[in-house]
């Protein structure tokens, strides 16, 4: 299997995932093996960049973090408490910690309520213990995101466009002051010069409120530009991790090579896709043995299909589960 | 709102006011008393007919009919109303919290609604009335256990869909508890159906009393069933007993379905069948030699119910053998109406196209229709954003591609067969023998895109117009689709236009480029020369706002602010001027001509070659 092992991990990390294991039942009692034994983690202030095809796990992997799905195996610690062994009103607690921006804006929004509504519902459910969220503080968070204006809390969600909607997501999301915000592809569906709005939005509250983000898209240039850290995924598994710059300019699994060079009118130093990578992606209900990428990779020994790869140091902070890596210049 | 509903609707919600009046008012109205028997008191003769003196007639005992009916709406809206407020709220509950939390709970509220569903209600009625006796407590409980299935029926799907929904997600991510998710998020998306549900189940307890009635098991009071039923005996000669109270019911069930009819349309507007008309305007430009496509000045109007839409406005290009060229907007631009205006496939909407569209030497714009479906059967292949919805799921792969070359009659049976095998391996679909036989969802939705391609290349077409065929699709399966395409284009000599919201595509495979913006093609010219040097503030801010691999990360990106003009009234001067960095008065004052040269043409006042301007 390509991609457990544990050599990245930090210490003092804000939140760690180690061994994530999600499956589903698949049919004729088949299980789908989603995300298969995934470890990484984020430290304050930091924003984890995850990439990879559908079918990868990315979504899933952000899934199982806010317990919106339920981890077969692994644990999930949040400032040294492990999430996944909460139930109930300890759960329910703990979940205001975390926070996450969807792909699709308007169907995050309910529709039939009003905006100061939607972004003040965690403030109602929680309560308001120091009194600092008065109806000001709603005004100065949408200000924040860029929706400041007289009415704007009193419309509803349909009367705003697909950026506005995700500004007012990411108002909600922030309003409950999270330690970890979880972004699920949430400029895959507004058009580029709205893209660029909002990435450059969650780069200013980034810097002003020191949000620790996770970043899942399958955008490349997207995750390049608003990540610190990458981590690329295939069928379950982690590829590579490395910090951003690093990982574009020096890919060392054959997968990120592959993703790399599929991307239109790029300008790196790569051979073409097609030479990279080959086959169709295999079913996650019977994933191959060793390392899951062998059945495309051009690099596949038989080791590879013996031996599952573990993540190992190939440069600072560089790591890479693959027997057969490309050689990294440092 | 009045509008949206319709007469009906409000004449509708009118006889029911007055009912509503009726029933909570009749003692204080100037009417005899029903049961008065008129061939005593000498008020009424036995089977009077309707008149001055009495409006709707005489019953065999004179008693007034016109009185009784009134007095039938009482038990009938109470009925209705209390029927429809218990099983309403009992069948919400159950169908909202079996959508929500399905599992063993959602199971168990199944079986119940199918078992209930399978009951024989009159038997239970029947056997409760001999029970529990006419008192109308014993229809209220009987009526609302029988009317909950259907509600927690409706309720449980709206509510399964809205739990996929991803603010029910973010409200369980704040900690929001189960009460409170079905209070707030699910509960208020559903009233609207549920409201409209009511009023035809109200409707339905009417029409059930009247049939009980009917078979002699009604309330202990005066209903109009019971008037109906007792008036059947004598519909020879005095149709009126009958048919006076049978109008009446008849009216009120029909007032609420059409109230319920009209919120339901709130709900899920339903498609206006508008005549769909294709209407050319002007006159024919025959285009330059060599071309396989030609578009000069191409106007097209949509005329739809909520107004008239321009979404192509004097649009020009053309594209030659083995060249390709990318249509680049954003969302809204009209990008996607210019492909709709060359093969004429428009949503149900009249339409009127101006100007010239001319692909393999035929207008396509006022050419017999024989004429050019024969053109776009066999010289266009078109390449949808979603395969999946592009191919028939209920027949194979093969079929498919067979079928444009029977119907056009280019290929015998076998050929075709012979020629789709060939096809599916040119478009790089592993064994193609087995594929033929398959159907849609057996393919991988890269497979399923190359199968599209397929079909779209059975009749050997000189044009290929793909709609943003690599959106739905991976980064590698793009990679793979995208140099399908460019290398078929290539080895055909076949034009290739192809629409897409990504530059990146663009900037990678096509010779020349389009740049949309508002219905208009803002700039023209060579793809290698656009990103090189733009001129149109648009291209400059669209190319500046796309996150670049070059750049290194945590760049700020380059944005426009604004949004741009509705197309139903499009301001004068230039559509861009709102949101441009470097506008001038004149930009909203004349709309900007077309400048540059033919190769790299522009139409900006003050485009990025013309400097110095000022930029705020």
Known sequence: MAGTGKAHLRDGATLEVH???????????????????????????????????????KTTT??????????????????????????????????????????????????????????????????????????????????????????VGERRPHEFS????????????????????????????????????????????????????????????????????????????????????????????????????????????????????SGELPSPIDPPSGCRFRTRCPAATDRCAAEEPILQAVGDDHYVACHHPVAVSL | ?????????????????????????????????????????????????????????????????FSQVVHGVRPALFLGFTVTI????????????????????????????????????LVLLIAVRASFGNGIVVFIVLFSVLGIPGYARIVRGASLSLSEREFVDAAAAMGATTWRIVRR?????????????????????????????????????????????????????????????STVMFGTVLAFNLVGDGLRSLVAPREVATARRLIAEGSHQPGEEGAVVHVRNLRTVLHTPGGTVEPVDDVSFSVAPGESLGIVGESGSGKTMILRSIVGAFPLADVTRGGTVEVAGVDMLRSPDATIRRTLGTEIGTISQNPLTALN??????????????????????????????????????????????????????????????????????????????????????????????????????????????????????????????????EYGPTAEIFANPQHRYTVALIRSMPNLDLPSHSELATIEGAPPSLIDPPTGCRFADRCPAVQQKCRDESPVRSGTDAHSYSCWFPMSAQPVEVS
């Open chain 2, 1 to 65: 709102m009045r509008k949206r509903l319709g007469l009906l609707f409000w004449v509708s919600a009118v006889y029911i006011g007055v009912l509503v009046f009726l029933a909570l008012f009749r003692d204080l109205l100037p009417i005899r008393d029903p049961d008065a028997l008129g061939i005593r008191t000498g008020d009424c003769r036995q089977f009077q007919d309707p008149g001055w003196n009495s409006y709707f007639g005489c019953d065999n005992l004179g008693r007034d009919l």
């Open chain 1, 62 to 151: 952000g899934r199982a973090i806010m317990q919106l799905e339920e981890a077969t195996a692994g644990s999930i610690i949040l400032r040294g408490q492990d999430l996944c062994d909460l139930r109930g009103p300890a759960l329910r607690s703990a979940r205001r910690a975390m926070q996450m921006i969807f792909q699709d804006p308007v169907s995050s929004l309910n529709p039939s309520r009003r905006v100061k509504d939607i972004v003040r519902e965690g403030l109602d459910i929680w309560g308001d213990p120091d009194g600092s969220f008065s109806a000001d503080r709603i005004d100065e968070i949408l200000d924040a995101v860029g929706l400041g204006g007289a009415d």
């Open chain 2, 393 to 522: 799921p209920v027949r194979r792969i093969g079929d498919q591609i067979i079928e444009p070359m029977l119907v056009h009659g280019t290929r015998s049976k076998q050929e075709a067969r012979d020629r789709a095998l060939e096809l599916l391996e040119q478009v790089g679909i592993p064994a193609p023998e087995q594929r033929l036989r398959e159907y849609p969802h057996q393919l991988s939705g890269g497979m399923r895109q190359r199968a599209t391609i397929a079909i779209a290349l059975a009749n050997e077409p000189q044009l290929l117009l793909a709609d943003e065929p690599t959106t739905a699709l991976d980064v590698t399966v793009q990679d793979q689709i995208l140099r399908l395409l460019d290398g078929l284009r290539a080895d055909r000599g076949m034009a290739l236009v192809l629409v897409t919201h990504d530059l990146a595509v663009v900037k990678g495979f096509t010779d020349s480029v389009a740049i949309v913006y508002a219905g208009q093609v803002v």
């Open chain 1, 162 to 277: 697909g950026g506005q909607c995700q500004r007012i997501c990411i108002a909600r999301a922030l309003v409950m002051d999270p330690e970890v915000l979880i972004l699920d592809e949430p400029v895959s569906a507004l058009d580029v010069s709205v893209q660029a709005q909002i990435l450059n939005l969650l780069q200013q509250l980034k810097d002003r409120f020191g949000l620790t983000m996770m970043f899942i898209s399958h955008d490349l240039a997207v995750v390049k530009n608003i990540s610190d850290r990458v981590m690329v995924m295939y069928l379950g598994k982690v590829c590579e991790t490395a910090p951003t710059d690093q990982l574009y300019a020096n890919p060392a699994h054959p997968y990120s090579r592959a993703l790399l060079a599929s991307i239109p009118g790029h300008n790196l130093d790569l051979p073409p896709a097609s030479e990279l990578i």
């Open chain 1, 19 to 57: 061994d994530l294991v999600v499956e589903f039942p698949g049919p004729k009692k088949s299980v789908v093996h989603a995300v298969s034994g995934v470890s990484f983690d984020l430290n304050t202030g930091e924003t984890l960049g995850v990439v990879g095809e559908s079918g990868c796990g």
């Open chain 2, 86 to 121: 218990v099983s309403g709220t009992v069948g919400t509950l159950l169908g909202v919290l079996a959508g929500f939390l399905r599992g063993v709970f959602d199971r168990v509220v199944t079986t119940i609604i199918d078992i209930s569903l399978a009951f024989p209600a």
């Open chain 2, 185 to 245: 998020e699910l509960l208020p998306n559903v009233f609207l159906p549920v409201l409209s549900f009511a009023f035809i189940g109200f409707a339905v307890v009417i029409l059930a009393e009247g049939g009980l009635a009917f078979i002699g098991l009604s309330l202990d009071q005066i209903t109009w069933g019971k008037l109906i039923n007792d008036g059947r005996v004598e519909i020879r000669d005095h149709p009126h007993l009958a048919l006076i109270p």
